[in-house]
């Protein structure tokens, strides 16, 4: 029986944590799906999908799994949470452990740790905390601006806002999803979104996706609905280009501590590539961006899980 190096063998009862108590429930369940359908296919025939509730310790504690292999998206399930029930049981698990996932849920923090390396590039911005003044925070910035939650995702609650007058209330919609608010020099260039995966505990960048969004940017609308922006993989670039982005993206990934799994985003301009954020636990449906970046390098989706699977492991 082939055993990978973290114990994990064709045996092992691994649950597929999906669902959770987030807004990306429904996506969750999708990604879940497809990653317990891969395992099945892989051979792991102790697989098991776990819908993520309140009761999620008790499940996995009675179920004596071997392992867990996350799919879960945003809060609970990206930010730490999850990740640290799972150190308590001991319980070897996928993707990014307790710190980095909780640092990259929220953008400001994701930020402030990414600038002691000064080799990642990211947008000017101010962060707004709940009583501070608003126009005082943003007087080094420069218009347009890019208002956005600190810790949401699927672009809920962000605005560009091309004139003062427009600021305050693109402030007010994005302070329904969160207290604390970032504020961006909006970045006029396009889109690209990175893997890093790890093999044999070093990581590599996958190739680079491009999304030409119908819309003006990558909104909720432009992300959801089917026809609303192209997908270009690997993305346009010179050699050089792309290897400036994909050694962006791997620096990233180590500055913020990441292991295993992530996806980071960009906005490309004059060749320089802006860091938006790291997803730490990026999407995993069959449309979903990471499958598509692996598959542009050969990585097949059941490949995809595989690799992933190698790389479980608890906080040492
Ligand atoms: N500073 C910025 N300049 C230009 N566009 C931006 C900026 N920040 C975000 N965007 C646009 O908003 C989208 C979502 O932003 P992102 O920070 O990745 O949040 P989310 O967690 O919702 O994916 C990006 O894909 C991009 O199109
Ligand atoms: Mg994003």
């Known amino acids: 029986m082939q055993e990978i190096k973290n114990g994990i063998n064709k045996n092992s009862k691994i649950a597929v944590l999906c669902g959770g108590m987030s ?11 497809g990653c317990f359908d891969a395992l099945q296919r892989l051979g792991y025939k102790n697989s098991q999908m776990v819908v993520v509730d309140k009761d999620i310790a008790l499940k996995l504690k009675d179920g004596k799994f071997d392992c867990a292999f996350n799919a879960l998206h945003g809060k609970y399930g990206e930010d730490g949470c999850i990740q640290g029930v799972l150190e308590i049981l001991q319980i070897p698990y996928t993707g990014c452990g307790v710190m980095s996932s909780s640092i990259c849920m929220n953008k400001e923090f994701t930020k402030r740790i990414l600038s002691t390396n000064s080799d990642i590039i990211m947008a000017k911005s101010a962060f707004v905390r709940k009583g501070d003044d608003l126009f005082e925070a943003v007087k080094g910035l420069k218009y ?9 995702g699927s672009s809920f609650g962000m605005t560009k806002v091309d004139r003062k007058e427009d600021l305050k209330s693109a402030y007010e919609l994005a302070v329904k999803y969160n ?6 020099e909006f ?5 690209v979104t990175v893997g890093v995966l790890e093999k044999d505990g ?3 960048a996958t190739e680079i996706l491009e999304i030409r969004p119908k819309t003006e940017w990558y909104d909720f609308e432009a992300k959801y609905t089917s026809g609303m922006s192209e997908f270009i993989c690997p993305a346009n670039l010179s050699a050089d280009v792309t290897e400036r982005v994909k050694q962006a993206a791997v620096m990233a990934f180590e500055t ?4 295993s799994v992530s996806r980071i985003d960009f906005m490309m301009k004059d060749d320089i590539p802006y860091l938006l954020e790291i997803n730490t636990s990026p999407g995993m449906t069959a449309t979903s961006d990471l499958p598509a970046q692996a598959a542009a390098m050969d990585i ?3 490949n995809l899980v595989q690799l992933i699977l190698n790389s479980a492991g608890l906080n040492k």
């Open 23 to 33: 807004s990306e429930a429904e996506v969750s369940m999708r990604s879940g799906k």
């Open 256 to 259: 913020a501590g990441c292991r």
């Open 202 to 204: 070093k990581p590599f």
């Open 300 to 302: 097949d989706y059941d």
């Open 144 to 152: 347009p601006l890019f208002v956005k939650p600190v810790s949401e």
């Open 179 to 184: 207290d604390d608010v970032l504020i961006e």
């Open 187 to 191: 970045i006029d260039g396009f889109f």
